[in-house]
């Protein structure tokens, strides 16, 4: 999915930043900014009303008349 995309996405910015031996200041904030905006889309994903609060598969919400 597009958050796992996201999250895969800093791990290897983490990767790279380390593959020296040493994060410098410029790649912490980098990388401190690209979780940041991950961790937003996270909430958003997490708050948008499209959950199964019951768990059966199904929408919860009713259908518009």
Request: net charge positive; glycine share 4%; no cysteine.
């Amino acid at each position: 999915t597009r958050l796992e995309k996201g999250q895969a996405r800093v791990q290897k910015m983490e990767d790279k930043a380390k593959a020296d031996g040493k994060v410098t200041a410029q790649e912490r904030t980098r990388i401190q900014h690209a979780q940041n905006v991950e961790s937003r889309h996270i909430a958003k994903e997490k708050h948008d009303r499209q959950r199964d609060r019951n768990h059966d598969g199904k929408r919860d919400r009713p259908a518009r008349k």
